[in-house]
């Protein structure tokens, strides 16, 4: 009697180790594969991003032509930038904003692109004598990565006034100048928008 209890014991014990056994390989199992899952998840989401965000033709800048009437309709509305909001985007990299921010409002009027990790933006200012606009690339960290002055306004000596038409990805920049004979002399840079930049002048 006592062998086949001991018998019956082993065996148990056997079989309780064969069963702990056969948990501990299922749990490995589905273990990879969870693992497996998410790294497929991890790069189909990267792929995704770097599919809808980066030499992407879809993304492009919305069509318009900032000229005086552009101007004159939405630089009123748009609210002046805080001292705070100007350094974080790094404004202070553009010439002219840097000189005047505190002397008269720097307004972001417009937005002609935004993505994941591109913003395209429209930097105005305006004092008693001239209206001026820039457009702004920010990089993923909403700083100011590249810029480009795409309108002037000179009402008070009227030297030079500039322009500029978006279609299709290409910003076509005309510069007026005007001589003391009122003789006009007309430039147009043609830029093109490609990959989240702008690149060097076409022509």
Do not use: W
Not at 20 to 48: G, M, S, W
Not at 167 to 174: G, P, S, Y
Request: hydrophobic fraction near 40%.
């Amino acid at each position: 009697m006592k062998r086949l209890l001991v018998r019956i014991i082993r065996n148990a014990n056997f079989v309780v180790l064969i069963a702990l056994i056969f948990l501990l390989v299922h749990a490995c199992q589905n273990a990879k594969k969870n693992r497996h899952a998410n790294v497929v998840e991890e790069v189909e989401t990267a792929d995704k991003i770097q599919e809808a965000t980066s030499a992407n033709p879809d993304i492009k800048l919305k069509d318009c032509e900032i000229n005086e009437a552009y101007m004159q309709l939405r630089f009123p509305l748009a609210p002046a930038l805080s001292e705070q909001e100007f350094d974080a985007l790094d404004f202070g990299r553009i010439e002219e904003l840097n000189r005047l921010q505190h002397e008269v409002p720097v307004k972001i009027i417009d937005t002609l692109q935004s993505s994941i990790n591109q913003h395209v933006i429209l930097v105005a200012y305006q004092t008693d004598g001239e209206r001026s606009a820039f457009l702004v690339n920010l990089n993923n960290q909403h700083k100011t990565e590249q810029f480009e002055q795409v309108y002037y306004e000179d009402y008070v000596e009227y030297i030079s006034n500039t322009y500029t038409r978006i279609a299709d990805n290409k910003i076509n920049v005309t510069v007026e100048t005007f001589d003391e004979n009122q003789k006009t002399t007309t430039f147009t840079k043609v830029f093109a928008y490609k990959n989240g930049l702008f690149s060097s002048a076409i022509n």
